[in-house]
């Protein structure tokens, strides 16, 4: 798992799968799944053992069932049969019907032990993504955002104002390497804006997210970052949005913002393949994906200043899962099962 990780904000639609071999009790070959279109976990992982005849006296673990399907690359699980290894442990089945236990079939019935469930859970919280997006048919959704000790995300008074910093710069490192992660990142149109935010990664390296914008009037200046035409930009909106839908980098969707928001959101980012999304506010779209129950895990940055008065956090009532202490900040995570 930890090796997987290492394919995380580069492998989707694919999962970021982890594989290791071991010949006689040593690890001789790892690998993880490369970008979409190149080598899965398992290929890198053969390719990297250097005496291949080892093979059929080895053991490959891998964190979800090997693929038994043509994609854009053969199927893993023939590659294995092929080099005859002496047995698989895999972590998770894969829900995808066109794998489904049809990989641990096809090593069966080449007469490869396979063990099936080893850290089940570990490695379905480690694939939350894949499974999200292939069974609930929508992004895995990630609510984001930074509260001072007395529970306001932002100041009344933001116009003409210094930025006010709730979470210390270690925190921001860690919201950086968040987005370096995720498919897409999602803000309203007051946070725009207030912040005027390029939504990149910055502070940590790996590919930008998609940036999803709601502008309901299309009222944004063109000036702001988000404009910059630096990554894709879908711009949800309740306008007629023809004569604008073919600029570069830019996609302008429509939606009703009346009656279930985040429901119509979820629909268009489905549409575009977004296998991921932050959510970072403000308040209301917060708590307009909070009201629809269309949220998986909330990242709440909690600093040690007080503001008094302002804006206050959302609200919801889920027990929280774990926290931990990032210097003088507190980063408490809920999980919405």
């Given amino acids: 798992m930890q090796i997987a990780k290492n394919?995380?904000?580069t492998t989707r639609p694919n999962p970021s799968v982890g594989?290791?071999?071991v010949h006689n009790n040593k690890?001789?070959?790892e690998g993880f799944t490369s970008n979409y279109g190149s080598n899965h976990a398992e290929v890198n992982a053969i390719t990297a053992v250097l005496d291949k005849s080892l093979l059929k006296e080895a053991t490959i673990y891998v964190t979800l069932e090997p693929c038994s399907h043509f994609g854009k690359t053969p199927p893993c699980a023939d590659l294995i049969v092929k080099h005859n290894f002496k047995k698989v442990v895999i972590g998770t089945l894969d829900t995808n019907s066109m794998v489904a236990g049809k990989?641990?079939?096809?090593l069966k019935n080449a007469g490869i032990e396979v063990i099936v469930g080893v850290l089940e859970e570990e490695c379905k919280k480690h694939h939350k993504r894949f499974f999200t997006n292939q069974n609930k048919k929508r992004p895995y959704t990630i609510l984001k955002w930074a509260e001072s000790q007395d529970g306001f995300i932002a100041p009344n008074y933001k116009e003409k104002q210094q930025p006010v910093w709730i979470s210390n710069q270690y925190s921001q490192q860690i919201v950086h390497k968040l987005r370096s992660k995720e498919?897409?990142?999602?803000?309203?149109t007051n946070t725009v804006i207030a912040d005027n935010p390029k939504l990149?990664?910055?502070?940590?390296?790996?590919?930008?997210?998609?940036r999803v914008v709601l502008d309901n009037h299309l009222r944004l200046p063109k000036s702001l970052h988000v404009f910059d035409n630096s990554v894709k930009t879908i711009f949800i909106t309740d306008k007629n949005t023809d004569a604008n839908?073919?600029?570069e980098n830019m996609v302008f969707e429509k939606i009703d913002f009346q009656n279930n928001v985040a429901k119509q959101i979820i629909s268009i980012l489905q549409k575009h393949k977004i296998q991921s999304l932050i959510v970072e506010g403000g308040a209301k779209t917060l708590q307009t994906f909070i009201d629809e129950n269309l949220w998986d895990e909330a990242m709440v940055f909690v600093g040690d200043v007080e503001l008094k008065e302002g804006v206050k956090?959302?609200?919801f009532d889920v027990q929280l899962a774990h926290q931990q202490k990032i210097k003088n900040d507190t980063l408490k995570v809920y999980i919405n099962d």
């Avoid at 990989?103 to 096809?106: I, K, L, M, T």
């Avoid at 498919?183 to 309203?188: E, Y």
């Fill in 200 to 210: 990149n990664v910055r502070s940590w390296t790996g590919n930008n997210p998609t």
């Fill in 313 to 315: 956090g959302p609200e």
């Fill in 183 to 188: 498919h897409a990142i999602l803000v309203g």
């Fill in 27 to 29: 690890i001789i070959a």
């Fill in 245 to 247: 839908s073919k600029q």
């Fill in 19 to 21: 594989a290791v071999i």
């Fill in 7 to 9: 394919g995380l904000g």
């Fill in 103 to 106: 990989g641990v079939e096809r």
